[in-house]
């Protein structure tokens, strides 16, 4: 029986207000998820998720994402578009292809669809893929916040292989990778592959039994996004706080108010890099917060000082409760930013190390639990 799902385009943005707060910043474009959802639903399919425990341990699992920088495309990204002639030949159904093609590879049927992180994009396209195949889709995730690399899952943590995998981009573009060394070859392989399709690709990997992916899944996070993105709208509707809505429901803190007085970043390597500074109003004026983003937040820190980082979850919203993208955040914006505790499993000694901490940025922080750090301010 599903655990739950969208049934009117009124659930679907719900859904993609609370994937905006689990976001931080990245997780893909809300605008693509929402014409995704919209899409599946005028064609009559349902968009739903089950418990991890309906899939049968012998069931074979992959995991579709979304592969790619969230900065804006470039004139000369255009340009060099126009000048090849490239035409979309999958606009918004490359991530099906994607495990069509892998499960081609693999000569053997897929029994369940693995969101990779609860993104914007990233979560109600494996939904629309689900719903297109027939495949279920499972409430969890491999990350339980939006993240830039292969390093921040759970698969990675446990030592699991997340190859072979296909990636097929929006001009029709077929790629199969039998095989490769380590997870940071995945990486950089799959990231090589987004900056050739100009941006962005669709990936299907982390061919997993259901056993093995029930062991490794950050469970519930479909159905935490909804409840967020409900929680936001219900505010609006009766004039409450739209940002103290979103903390509760996320179970997180309200960490400062402020205006964006700054914002660098730069589109390298496949990755969205970059700055926030916002200075404070209210009970925090007179006091700075800034934030560092590799397509999403993982460093911040209040008035010069080491505050809250990765594995733990900082993310803008504003004033209505939504999440604007690493992208999207402007100067002069007026925002808050929340955090949320991080998956445990990311707190380690090897997951801060060698996955979601501090250091594996190239920052020299020691990293400090969020509920510790709150406590003191």
Not at 61 to 90: D, N
Not at 103 to 117: H, M, T, W
Request: charged share 25%; aromatic share 8%.
């Amino acid at each position: 029986m599903p655990a739950g799902k969208i049934v009117n385009l009124q659930d679907g943005e719900d859904l993609i207000l609370g994937c905006l707060v689990l976001g931080a910043g990245g997780g893909g474009r809300a605008e693509r998820g929402l014409a995704l959802i919209q899409s599946a639903l005028e064609e009559g399919l349902t968009l739903s998720w089950v418990d991890a425990n309906e899939i049968p341990d012998d069931a074979l699992t992959v995991q579709p994402y979304g592969m790619g920088s969230v900065a804006p495309m470039s004139e000369t990204a255009k340009a060099e578009i126009q000048r090849a002639g490239l035409v979309e030949v999958f606009p918004l159904d490359s991530m099906v292809e994607a495990v069509k093609e892998l499960g081609a590879y693999l000569g053997q049927p897929i029994g369940c669809i693995v969101p990779s992180e609860p993104g914007a994009s990233n979560l109600p396209e494996p939904l629309v893929v689900g719903a297109r195949l027939g495949i279920p889709v499972v409430d969890g995730d491999y990350a339980g916040r939006c993240i830039p690399e292969e390093m921040q899952t759970t698969p990675f943590l446990t030592g699991k292989k997340s190859y072979p995998f296909s990636s097929v981009d929006r001009w029709g573009n077929v790629v199969i990778c039998r095989s490769v060394q380590n997870a940071h070859m995945l990486e950089r392989i799959g990231k090589m592959l987004a900056v050739a399709a100009y941006g962005n690709t669709s990936m299907a990997a982390t061919p997993l039994s259901g056993k093995e992916m029930k062991e490794i899944l950050v469970r519930g996070t479909v159905s935490k996004a909804l409840r967020i993105g409900r929680a936001i709208r219900q505010a609006r509707e009766t004039g409450e706080d739209a940002v103290d809505a979103a903390v509760r429901a996320a179970e997180g803190w309200r960490l400062f108010d402020g205006v964006v007085s700054e914002k660098w970043w730069e589109d390298r390597d496949g990755y969205m890099f970059g700055t926030v500074t916002v200075n404070g109003v209210g009970k925090y004026a007179g006091h700075t917060f800034k934030a560092w983003f590799k397509n999403e937040n993982h460093i911040s820190w209040l008035d010069g000082e080491p505050y809250v980082c990765s594995p733990d979850t900082v993310t803008f919203l504003y004033e209505d409760g939504t999440g604007p993208s690493s992208a999207q955040i402007q100067e002069g914006d007026r925002v808050s930013a929340i955090g949320m505790k991080g998956v445990e499993a990311f707190r380690t000694p090897f997951g801060l190390d060698k996955a979601a901490g501090p250091r594996y940025f190239g920052f020299d922080i020691e990293y400090r639990p969020i509920e510790e750090i709150v406590r003191e301010f």
